[in-house]
């Protein structure tokens, strides 16, 4: 029950600190027969890492990603699968002077309190250099699912400051550096994260992940249910603040008779529910969306504490983003990739002699 | 790792139907030496129960519970405690005709597909008759956080439909049967609701909660963070679409200068953050918000599918609640204390030895 | 990760003191589908329970089980099963006199050092009784196991004291009081089993479990290993103080020549390996061996403390086995079955693909 | 719920082949503030080694530590430690020509038959290469049960073939190659490895393993008992065929009135029951011993199968162990200080309130 591991039978383990000498990630419970080299990797690492344009941190992480085991000619044996990749530019003096200081929204003072002990490089362990590893246990859990279920996790931004996008055109989401779903708008985009970055201050954003071809059945009830097991995976995201299944916070001022998905022959009529009913999956694409606040690592000079109390001034020059939530786009991704791939193993566990005797109906059809 | 089973330390095992003999719970990894009576429970069943009120279902449960073990002359032993509570108003015929409907927005289908049977009655499994033993496992925990730590976690309704509060009174959320923490509205509520219930239909709802007392440190990064098992631990509450932790879906459009919380010798100036730092626990009160959505089962008809494909009409003639929010506040405050239990079991085991070598600064006091 | 659950995926939870209300299980992750009625439980509770000869204890428990959930119109639903035995034949004041005394061999200094207090009736949780519930959760997996997979488990004693058959034949092991395989020396163990009750005294035993028709491939390397479960289910019953796997202990003074077990066209050559190689099973039968002690709760007085630190004189009168490991045949067997099923399940879950590519060579075919 | 994890609050995540790049661990739940260094690992490693004397496999493994995470200035930070060690002396040559064939006595057979594919390079994941992690991880576990608690672990040899020592004598152990108990049997048991050794046979052996200093209560009933996780965790080591706790097998044989351990006021007046009852520890010294099997890899020659069903002979001629028990003697040793620190952070996190108010009576010290 390691909290740094995240999965029942597809579990993935993370370790490592920002500058620390290596993160890594051992992936257990991954089905033999897979075939997996180092390149599959790359593609969303690249889309993850920093410093592919200037609306991101500069910090120039290379991502080389290690196979240590698990993998024999190039295809997963079942046994533990170790990535490893080094860090490799870790520019330890731009936090040398924070070593006492708390960062106002960071990580330093709640580990200090728990830990009595921190490693102030770069956040340490609190640092998103960590999603790096769940983005690459990702890669593993999407090939599987396409595979066998064409099942298919794509995130996209909805939201940075007070902006949204005007349409939602999946097909340009990967042509754009901020993952926005609606092309004409990029350039107002643009505009506005060089004036942010000029500003030296950070904007919140919304990530919206949705998942199609998942089969009706997976999910757990009760406290092992796919909405719950999404919130937690999505909410262990850094600077994460709030998760939303289907219609989300709207379901607050709506009617029971306008929210109820009418199922039909030709399949469900409507998706308010985001695809899960009872913890459950109904076949149709799962929705769901995620908050990220402002990152706290501001050029702007701030009051705090240090760890003795006393009051001093923090200014951050270290490499930040100036919107944490757009390279989160493929972290989300990922978590949702990895509670579907558990969740189809744990269901073909309890379940597997169920398909073949049940009869699925046109309902069962992703619609919607 | 059963499904039904909630905590890692303080473990809660939940059992049972709507329409069954009996539901129950099997709490394990309880601290020995606290003090429970049957009576303990009485006060937060009531808060949950139906038919206190004409707002919410008419269907008359006793819920007494009956202590089946781990409790010796009134003291909790360190065995685990099972808690029964005998189905006694059941009335079975009202749910007979629906055997082989799926009613819209319920888990019907979802269970169907999965398990290739399904237990009809009342909703079965996926009741939310199964949040009364949440309940009444969250009395022993927050009568173990209240005397160890001086925690109190109190939850009230912050939305219904699109009524809002105008002001925050905590002290008034227990002398109105809405949770409401602005007197002056009751009555507006009581008419608001008058007019549901009439018209068959239902209503959504947003439920915070606030907890006092915590001391910084509970909380496990990466997988296990105090966030993230809260977002598990809530969203897996029937009906639940969305939570948020602090500010939630309003850090979206904050700017990072705006939502940091600064540190000052007389504590933190302010808790957008919501009290959790990292997953880790700040001292701040913690405050998170949950989404409900308007029940599905409603007197008023809608075509729907049945077992063999064919469209049938429902209507769903049983008890219901107009806006399941509303009980749905002391299940809330269950989930967080659980949460909050099973952090603080685990913050000692691993962290046991640092409190004493590390300095309390002034910032950690309660406040923002 | 409860300590009163058993199983990874098919998981056991068992609540319930010797002299409380009721004992009782919460059996979750059991596929649906299974028809279980409460008579199906009869068998190897009747197997199990006391009083059924002169040689056991001459408690009277009458075991009736009452199925609380997780089973609709007699069939399996997927959702927990909670099975209920109230304690009828309780006699506490049986036990009143020694409430502050430690009996030497007993679980009563530990529980009251570990956790401050305890619960003296019968030995309350630390009773054998709790066994009573395992034997019922073994029935579902005995009953799935052999309809699923032609597996069958079965137990018999194999020493008393010193008293070892003369030959091992299985077909007689139901029609004899101490599930004895040689029916030739039963008139032998009576007259030796009341010679030692009326001695006062008590004395070991040694119980064999053999299982056939397992496919190869169950068990998981490194630290789920097939044979690492059977010897942590095991030593988990009451009284038992070693495994054997295979040949168990007699390897320390074997030769590899002579241990490794040779494949040929036919099947193995041998089965010293017990039917498990790496922590997975070969197909071959699964052969384990467990040791009970003799229990500690005689007539014959001995010194002892009190909670006082008085030397005191313990005197046990209650109804008591003078053999322990007889009674715990079936459980033995409960405790294969409840591992079988779990790795039957989480092997599903991860290779239910290979099944189909690998071929089956002859020497996978139960042999040996 | 990784079968290559280890423990429930200590938990040891171990991965990596024989003969891959590498194989390493990830230690999560470890309290911050433990000194921790690369050279720490050397002793333990060492007397893992092959290599050291003629007596073991000659492969030679430099076993070099890096730490890669969760230690920072030295100390341990709370965060999961990450422990590599590059492979060095592959020789794959030595195993390309089994690549396709079955190892009597190996898990080559089991491995290809669960997962459809296996890694043929010396035994791949299923080799004793990975015990060197346990037993890296077992360091950081002594050292803190040392610190913490006076806690000792130390194993030795009782038995190699039919071989036993004539005196147990702890000191002598670490002064000869084979962890053996009695300084006068050291020349006997060089010139029977020797002939062994020339021989092309292996041999079987036993090893004890004692544990002072353990306060009493550590240990969770029912299925979490302090015995239980012992067995599992030595079962799991390659080549395990028996586990003991204190008397183990002799306990068959023995009457209740001689295998009952009295208390009186200086303490246990024996120690049967090898330190622990129901499941929890008395305060006496843990013992329990362990079968290992004598290894299957021998020179001489043996009729087995290919993955074809085709017969074939084997004939190893890699660099193996005549009696791997030898070597096994510190993994014995880890496994059990690995379940002891894990109890001891799970007993802190139930029963923390616990100790400051019980009276410790005399017999609760280390005696018998």
């Known amino acids: 029950m390691s909290s740094n591991t995240f999965g029942k039978l597809f579990s993935v383990t993370t370790f490592g600190e920002s500058h620390g000498p290596a993160i890594g990630c051992v992936i257990d419970g991954c089905p033999p027969g897979i075939a997996i080299a180092p390149d599959d990797f790359r593609h969303d690492l690249d889309r993850r890492a920093t410093g592919r344009t200037r609306h991101t941190s500069q910090r120039n992480e290379s991502d080389e990603v290690e196979i240590l085991s698990g993998v024999y000619e190039s295809v997963t044996t079942g046994t533990p699968i170790a990535l490893l990749i080094r860090n490799t530019d870790q520019r330890s003096k731009d936090y040398a002077k924070i070593a006492e200081q708390f960062r106002p929204g960071h990580a330093d003072y709640t580990y200090w309190q728990k830990y009595g002990i921190r490693d102030p490089r770069g956040g340490g362990r609190s640092s998103a250099r960590e999603t790096t590893m769940r983005v690459a246990a990702g890669v593993i859990a999407k090939k599987w699912l396409a595979q066998h279920f064409g099942v298919r996790v794509q995130g996209f931004l909805s939201q940075i400051g007070e902006i949204v996008p005007h349409g939602i055109d999946l097909s340009v989401i990967e042509d754009n550096p901020f993952f926005w779903p609606d092309a004409h708008q990029v350039g107002e985009l643009e505009q506005y994260m060089d004036a942010l970055r000029k500003s030296g201050d950070s904007v919140g954003a919304r990530v919206d992940v949705v998942a199609t071809g998942l089969p009706p059945g997976w999910g757990e009830p009760i406290y092992g249910k796919l909405d719950g097991e999404l919130a937690s995976a999505l ?126 109906i046109p309902g069962s059809e992703p619609g919607g």
Chains 1, 2, 3, 4 share one sequence.
């Open 235 to 360: 909410m262990s995201i850094n600077a994460v603040k709030g998760v939303e299944i289907g219609d989300g916070f709207a379901v607050v001022a709506q009617k029971g008779s306008e929210h109820r998905d009418h199922m039909a022959p030709g399949g469900f009529a409507s998706n308010h529910a985001g695809g899960i009913l009872g913890g459950i999956s109904t076949g149709q694409p799962l929705r769901c969306s995620v908050a990220f606040k402002p990152t706290s690592s501001l050029r702007l000079p701030v009051d705090s504490l240090d760890v003795h109390g006393n009051v001093v001034e923090v200014v951050t020059t270290g490499r930040h983003d100036p919107c944490v939530g757009i390279r989160a786009t493929p972290i989300c991704e990922a978590m949702v990739a990895l509670v579907l791939m558990d969740q189809a193993l744990r269901h073909r566990a309890q379940c597997g002699d169920v398909g073949s005797v049940t009869p699925r």
